[in-house]
């Protein structure tokens, strides 16, 4: 995922975390303290990286650096939820954030096969198994969720939860999770309008001939952006079926560093951080606000 030329058959390869680093001895399961465990947590001590500039852990990612997911197309600001993600996972592998270097790296050439001028690109990139034969991705970082977009002062611009859309006469695209999440979540009163492409549902949006679309959220803050005048995202959902699409941090493929990214992830995770994160840059301050 990323922008609308860009979109992804429904569903994704959600990848498994692997552990930090293998244990030496396969008898046993070793403890934090044998030695096989402390082998284990020094592959990913700071000084044992194997990184693309020693002493520098460098992240790619795509130049203009789209708002929320960075702030003013500065990846280096630590705003955006990307960019905050990159700075939280950068900390917790031991790094300050004078220790953390950008690379310019276009969008189609991250997921290209082949050597990478970054330890890892953080860029709106879905984990797929097409794209996972050619480079290896994190454990995921931000489950894709749904958003509802309408012109704003119309009536369904308004509301506030899920029960306040069933009246909506709502467009999707067909082939996508998003007829499959309108149909499972908001269960809208009248049958959703399936258009072939997405630009029809947008262009009935703007010709008033739909009350809503409902797109994934990435792509709601583009259309709200860059394509219907006047529009909004009245707010965003979970889908409840199906595979999640999830992003992934891309490294190029037998990267050593996946688990010790994964391990941060997994930390940010079970502490709550990065959902605070998601929260604060993905719903209030983005103005996609939670529909239930």
Not at 82 to 100: I, L, N, P, Q
């Amino acid at each position: 995922m990323r922008r609308p030329s860009l979109l992804l058959a429904s569903g994704a390869l959600v990848l498994a975390a692997a552990a930090c680093a293998p244990a030496d001895d396969t008898s046993s399961t070793p403890s934090a303290a044998s030695p096989a465990g402390s082998a284990a947590a020094d592959a990913c001590a700071k000084e044992s990286l194997k990184l693309t500039t020693p002493g520098k852990l460098t992240i790619g990612t795509d130049k203009p650096a789209y708002e929320p997911w960075f702030k003013d197309d500065d990846p280096s600001s630590g705003q955006g939820f990307e960019s905050a993600v990159a700075y939280a996972v950068a900390g917790k592998m031991g790094f300050t954030r004078d220790e953390v270097a950008w690379a310019v790296v276009p969008f189609d050439s991250s997921f290209a096969p082949g050597p990478k001028k970054f330890d890892f690109d953080v860029n709106q990139i879905s984990i797929t198994p097409s794209r996972a034969k050619a480079v290896d991705f994190s454990q995921g970082y931000y489950t894709v969720k749904q958003g509802v977009v309408a012109l704003d002062g119309t009536k369904f611009a308004s509301a506030t939860s899920l029960a306040e859309l069933k009246d909506a006469k709502i467009g999707v695209q067909a082939g996508t999770t998003a007829l499959e999440a309108v149909r499972a979540v908001i269960q809208p009163t009248k049958d959703p309008s399936v258009f072939n492409q997405q630009v029809d549902a947008v262009n009935a949006l703007k010709n008033k001939q739909i009350d809503a679309i409902v797109v994934d959220l990435p792509t709601a803050f583009y259309v709200t952006a860059a394509q219907v005048e006047g529009s909004k995202i009245v707010g965003q959902f979970a889908a409840n079926s199906g595979e999640p699409e999830e992003f992934g941090m891309l490294f190029q493929k037998g990267n050593s560093l996946v688990s010790c990214v994964d391990k941060a992830l997994g930390e940010l995770k079970s502490s709550g951080e990065l959902a605070q994160i998601e929260s604060q840059w993905l719903t209030a301050a983005a103005g996609a606000p939670e529909l239930k």
